[in-house]
């Protein structure tokens, strides 16, 4: 190649705040930068892009299980690399205190997943895996339309789970839903017997989550030791059970809330793309919704004059209306100058409920 034709790379940084299990399978990592690689390769043969993009990954422990000081020092290590843009963090706990870092000391935009409006800001946007104002709505809807008059509440002792139950008491006002009992869990997995039996003394109709997910873990061998087998909600944690074996038991018989619905043709025609290029069709949330980040984050570096960190958020701000592949039909994306969140429609999310058998997923309801 001459001299001419060459140019470094534009750097993504990609910051992953939890630590994946032993044993997560290789080939699930595909799923997370292999989709980014996709997209971006396919923007490079285009030609929407003239130089190619590399993503550097950084995989820390941040909290329920870790500290935000590891996930603030993986972002500033990511900017001394010279990534124009970050995606990441994605847990609400850690992206809270890394977006005033961000604002205070490193000036490079961000895009995350996770589900809190205080992520939002000058240099952060979000394509929210579910937002802790908006799932409780949805819950307090999925309990009305299936003629629960009643429900109980765990609630994982954490930011995420303070946000979530303010948000659902006043939506089952609205639906009006009493809340009979509310119980509060660690939001690590740790014994949750005692809470699980004053919710069945307190003969609710139906029982919601409230949490990040780890909390979820020993909730159903509790409901078995009582034989009790309630209607059972949670939120987008619902989208953990991707990560490993366990999470995939803890949430088996839950309905919950979920950004993969198969009625999405852009989404299908996605994963037809990816079939051909990695051999494999993952169905389910994570590379669908990794398409829509690289989508936006690919449209932002062809758009970004100069290519800066600057010059990538005011890109950012600039797109609209581009079709979602994750959500149900019809979901767009969007930003602007104070619009810090990008998907559009309340179809961004859709209820999934896990069978009992862990077989199959499959679609409750769309909002």
């Known amino acids: 190649m001459s001299y001419e034709s060459s140019a470094e790379p534009i750097k993504l940084g990609y910051l992953f705040d939890f630590k994946l299990p032993p044993g997560f399978p290789e080939e699930n990592r595909q799923d997370l930068t292999g989709t980014f690689e996709l997209v971006f390769a396919q923007a490079l043969e285009s030609g929407l892009i003239d130089r190619p993009v590399e993503i550097v990954f950084k995989e820390v422990e941040g909290l329920p299980k870790g500290t935000v000081k590891a996930v603030i020092d993986a972002y500033g290590e990511l900017v001394d690399e010279g990534c124009l843009a970050v995606f990441g963090p994605a847990i609400t706990d850690n992206a809270v205190p890394v977006r005033e870092a961000i604002e205070a000391r490193f000036h490079v935009p961000a895009i995350s997943v996770c589900g809190t409006d205080d992520w939002l800001g000058e240099w952060t946007f979000a394509l929210p895996q579910g937002s802790m104002t908006d799932e409780p709505v949805f819950w ?19 930011l995420i789970g303070e946000s979530y139950i303010r948000h659902f008491r006043k939506a089952c006002r609205a639906e009006g839903i009493r809340i009979v009992r509310e119980e509060f869990i660690a939001q690590t997995a740790q014994d949750v017997g005692e809470a699980v039996s004053r919710l069945h003394d307190a003969k609710p109709d139906a029982l919601v989550h409230c949490g990040f997910g780890f909390g979820v873990v020993h909730v159903n061998p509790a409901l078995a030791a009582l034989g009790w087998d309630p209607p059972r909600f949670m939120g987008t944690a619902f989208q953990n059970a991707w990560v490993n074996p366990v999470m995939w038991q803890a949430i088996l018989g839950w309905t919950g809330l979920d950004q ?18 990695f051999g494999r069709r993952p169905e389910y949330c994570v590379p669908v919704v990794n398409r829509d980040l690289a989508t936006v984050l690919v449209q932002a570096f062809a758009d970004a004059h100069p290519l800066t960190p600057r010059g990538v958020k005011e890109a950012l701000e600039r797109i609209k209306m581009l079709p979602a592949a994750s959500g149900s039909p019809g979901t767009r994306l969007s930003f602007g100058k104070w619009t810090r969140r990008g998907w559009m429609g309340a179809g961004y999310l859709v209820a999934r409920r896990l069978d009992a058998d862990g077989r199959n997923s499959h679609l409750v309801d769309r909002f």
Not at 140 to 158: N, P
């Open 140 to 158: 307090a809807s999925l309990l009305a339309r299936q003629g629960h008059k009643t429900v109980g509440a765990m609630i994982e002792q954490s």
């Open 260 to 277: 993969y619905d198969e009625g999405n043709e852009l989404g299908q025609r996605f994963l037809d793309e990816f079939e051909k290029a």
